[in-house]
């Protein structure tokens, strides 16, 4: 790995490094893990204020669980990846979004800093309360997969999305 990392809230002192690590998802036209990286930050006080206003479960849109996010940060202030940790489960996160979502900015994979955001993830689901965590990825999604077997993942049944897609479900704790 090329640098050491923690995870932070969102703050308004990170800024710059947010814009660049968002600006890097959108330019790669992948599809945008966690769903939170794909809010757009053009009133970037307010998104920040959004993002832990949700972890305080104020102004939730109806059927939503609290959750919080965090940025992996390196000791250089540069964003390389975020999670964003639901304190409960729907019958939809039950079914493919669990717990955990976290995602890498495409320039900075395959260097372990997903692991290590997955591991770092578990212990701040464990202080909200979230003993056995719920962790899933696409079936195409093999580097996610292998990232969760590394944190301890182990596997339950799959669920089959209406259009075909097979998420994969494992529990790690």
């Known amino acids: 790995m090329a640098a050491s990392v923690s995870l932070v809230k969102p703050t308004l002192a990170l800024k710059d490094a947010y814009l660049n690590f968002y600006q890097e998802w959108i330019e790669s036209k992948e599809d945008i893990v966690p769903w939170v990286v794909s809010l757009d930050p053009a009133d970037f006080q307010g998104m920040v204020q959004s993002l832990l206003a949700n972890e305080k479960g104020e102004h939730l849109p109806e059927g939503w669980v609290p959750d919080s996010t965090f940025w992996l940060v390196t000791e250089n202030k540069r964003i390389v990846g975020a999670v964003n940790i639901r304190h409960g489960l729907t019958e939809k996160l039950m079914n493919c ?36 965590a719920l962790v899933v990825c696409d079936e195409s999604n093999v580097p996610s997969e292998r990232t969760i077997l590394r944190n301890g993942g182990v596997e339950d049944t799959s669920f089959v999305e209406e259009n075909g897609n097979v998420i994969k479900r494992f529990w790690i704790g």
């Open 97 to 132: 979004g669990g717990h955990i979502g976290y995602g890498i900015r495409p320039s900075e994979r395959r260097k372990g800093y997903a692991t290590k955001l997955l591991a770092l993830a578990l212990e701040e689901a464990r202080k909200l309360g979230v003993h056995k």
